[in-house]
T-cell receptor, first 114, second 113 residues
């Protein structure tokens, strides 16, 4: 049982390039989330999904896009990379959408935009 | 606007000492308060959580104290160990607004042997 996996672990992008951060979970969780973690700022929710085909914006969605075609996968797309998107990105999943449900986090992707 | 304020930013404690991390919130609609622990290079993992209808919750060496009237809650780590060295995040969520966690800024704890 791998839990939540993310690829790549590290990536350096040039300004204006695009990329997709991959996230897969094998726990059959319906609910998935993308966060970014900036130093001294905690984690902020970018997008979340309540099931295949259904996504919604979080606190900081600008500059990102998501899709959810399967229960297992929830990729995050950066279209025109900007230095402000330099961050560590975490994907998470939970079995239900209840506040008391634990969110299980992946190991993160460290992205640098130069 | 930081909805959950966490302090201190960093903390150094000697082995066997007590580590205390404090959080305060503004939004009275928050009704569930988890703490997450993050080791370097890893994702956060749930440590302990509390609802505001209790004033304290204890799990092993970890205790959450909750003061509803002051809108404050804190994590106490008793008999701190070097293996507790990590970053700790408090969080808050409004159970009526789905499972969208609002995190504090984090506290980097170092426990020296």
């Amino acid at each position: 049982n791998a839990g939540v996996t993310q690829t790549p672990k590290f990536r350096i992008l040039k300004i204006g390039q695009s990329m997709t951060l991959q996230c897969t979970q094998d726990m059959n969780h319906n609910y998935m989330y993308w966060y970014r973690q900036d130093p001294g700022m905690g984690l902020k929710l970018i997008y979340y999904s309540v099931g295949a085909g259904i996504t919604d914006k979080g606190e900081v969605p600008n500059g990102y896009n998501v899709s959810r075609s399967t229960t297992e996968d929830f990729p995050l797309r950066l279209e025109l990379a900007a230095p402000s998107q330099t961050s560590v990105y975490f994907c998470a999943s939970s079995p239900r959408l209840l506040a008391t449900d634990t969110q299980y986090f992946g190991p993160g992707t460290r992205l640098t935009v130069l | 606007q930081q909805q959950v304020k966490q302090s201190p930013q960093s903390l150094i404690v000697q082995k066997g000492g007590i580590s205390i991390i404090n959080c305060a919130y503004e939004n009275t609609a928050f009704d569930y308060f988890p703490w997450y622990q993050q080791f370097p290079g890893k994702g956060p993992a749930l440590l302990i959580a509390i609802r505001p209808d209790v004033s304290e919750k204890k799990e092993g060496r970890f205790t959450i104290s909750f003061n509803k009237s002051a809108k404050q809650f804190s994590l106490h780590i008793m008999d701190s160990q070097p293996g507790d060295s990590a970053t700790y995040f408090c969080a808050a969520v409004n159970s009526g607004g789905y499972n969208k966690l609002i995190f504090g800024a984090g506290t980097r704890l170092a426990v020296h042997p």
